[in-house]
């Protein structure tokens, strides 16, 4: 029987939410700006647009971001790591551990402030992206395709 990991998933739905909530409060400032320059020459088309990207905004904060890290899971075995996420389409993805090449452990600037991690999983012909993880889940991650990735080289080795 197969022993199944689950991801510390407190974890990466407060961090996730966290560091996606600073993206897109980038991104707001940046369209505001925008707006504003909008503004100044068309007084009411600014005040209607910067109210209508507001209340983007805030739906975003509010409601998408929790639904979609409450809605986003992972898990893994000896054989493959599964993914379940998605609101409104609802998407499952198993990676086979056999399909992987390498795998890279990244942590950007506001992850550092929360402490989180990202892993690049490159398969054959794609990759897959697991976010807002703990380095004790980026690293078991890692070691289970690296350990993958070495037994496929030995199999290798043998066949030559």
């Known amino acids: 029987m197969k022993k199944a990991y689950h991801f510390e998933r407190e974890f990466i739905f407060s961090h996730g939410l966290i ?4 993206d897109i ?3 707001f400032i940046l369209i505001m700006s925008a707006v504003c320059f909008i503004t100044i020459s068309y007084l009411i088309l600014g005040i209607i647009l910067g109210a209508v990207i507001f209340i ?10 929790p639904l979609y890290y409450r809605e986003l899971h992972y898990s893994a075995d000896n054989e493959a ?19 992987v090449q390498y795998c ?15 892993v690049y999983i490159m398969l054959t012909g794609s990759f897959s992206i697991i976010s807002h ?6 690293e078991r991650i890692r070691n289970m395709t690296l350990s993958e990735t070495i037994t496929k080289q030995g199999e290798y080795d043998e066949k030559r």
């Open 19 to 22: 560091i996606s909530a600073i």
């Open 25 to 27: 409060s980038f991104i």
């Open 56 to 65: 983007v905004y805030l739906l975003c904060m509010f409601l998408y971001l």
């Open 81 to 99: 790591i599964n993914i379940k996420r998605g609101i409104f389409i609802h998407r499952r993805m198993r990676i086979s551990l056999r399909d």
């Open 104 to 118: 890279v452990i990244s942590q950007g600037i506001i992850q550092r402030i929360f402490k989180t991690y990202s």
């Open 133 to 138: 993880i703990s380095l004790k889940d980026a």
